[in-house]
């Protein structure tokens, strides 16, 4: 079932900010589209940030994944496989 609940969380908006401003600040040249949450731990929250890389065009977009703590400690990069319990699974 969908969940509105995430969608409207300030907690939830400050974290994608974050994540989003971190693949900023770590690739300038990318273009960097929206942030989503895939999870929401105990301690962290897990985000999907959506890019686009101007060297390298692929469709649909790839993302990367972001840990962003709730007491605010470091955002930490996830890796990004089919292994993962956050991979997006049916997209290309």
Request: aromatic share 14%; charged share 25%.
């Amino acid at each position: 079932m969908f969940s509105l609940r995430h969608f409207f969380d300030p907690n939830v908006k400050v974290a994608c900010q974050r994540a989003v401003q971190h693949v900023r600040e770590k690739h300038p040249d990318y273009f960097v589209g929206s942030a989503r949450l895939r999870a929401e731990e105990e301690a962290r929250y897990v985000i999907a940030v959506f890019y686009r890389d101007p060297a390298n065009p692929k469709i649909p977009d790839p993302y990367m994944l972001f840990t962003i703590p709730k007491n605010g400690g470091t955002v930490q990069e996830l890796e990004c496989t089919p292994q993962s319990p956050y991979w997006i699974r049916g997209r290309k």
